[in-house]
């Protein structure tokens, strides 16, 4: 039980273009879903807090208007990462909760 | 301050010994204690949860929470290679659903 998937699971794209990842919870109903970000030898960042219907709650120093977050479903999240540039290469995880996290596999994105 | 501080490490032990994972938070009002593993290039997977003070076994792994000194820990018995791995340590405060991470220890079992 408590699965989470996410597609892509890697991507590569050109600066300037926009990358679309999805998080779905496979065996249970998520209210709550997270978007995290780790730099490699770092720990995981939360960039964002989303719930099924509301609009993202997002930390400080996340851009909300390029990591754009969509909750349609209660099983369902995506990020959007807009006009990626090189600097936005990185690992991308999501966690679906309900009394904790389980997250994601991950999405490994290079921007060239 | 940071929420949850843990030592970055690397903590090394030969295989077969005990290690010993620690983990300290700041907020008194931490209701909820995890320890997730991540292998390297992978995401954090969970080991153990625990609510209430003491200990909480489950196979080799031992969590143990003391909230008036505000630590939790993680007991790993008969340490095995493929235990090397980063383990993070996150606290949920007023289960509000948000858990703040530790920046991991980095455990090594040498064969």
């Known amino acids: 039980g408590a699965v989470v998937s996410q597609h892509p699971s890697w991507v590569i794209c050109k600066s300037g273009t926009s990358v679309k990842i999805e998080c779905r919870s496979l065996d249970f109903q998520a209210t709550t879903m997270f978007w995290y970000r780790q730099f490699p030898k770092q720990s995981l960042m939360l960039m964002a807090t989303?719930?099924?219907?509301?609009?993202?709650?997002?930390e400080q120093g996340v851009e909300k208007d390029k990591f754009l977050i969509n909750h349609a479903s209660l099983t369902l999240s995506t990020l959007t990462v807009t006009s990626a540039h090189p600097e936005d290469s990185s690992f991308y995880i999501c966690s679906a909760s309900t009394d904790t996290q389980y997250f994601g596999p991950g999405t490994r994105l290079t921007v060239l | 301050q940071k929420e949850v501080e843990q030592n970055s490490g690397p903590l090394s032990v030969p295989e077969g010994a005990i290690a010993s994972l620690n983990c300290t938070y700041s907020d008194r009002g931490s209701q909820s204690f995890f320890w997730y593993r991540q292998y390297s290039g992978k995401s954090p997977e969970l080991i153990m949860s625990i609510y209430s003070n003491g200990d909480k076994e489950d196979g080799r792994f031992t969590a143990q929470l003391n909230k008036a000194s505000q630590y939790v820990s993680l007991l790993i018995r008969d340490s095995q290679p493929s235990d090397s791995a980063t383990y993070l340590c996150?606290?949920?405060?007023?289960?509000?659903?948000?858990?703040?991470f530790g920046s991991g220890t980095k455990l090594n079992v040498k064969p």
């Open positions: 989303s719930n099924e219907g509301s609009k993202a709650t997002y």
């Open positions: 996150a606290v949920e405060i007023y289960n509000f659903n948000k858990f703040y």
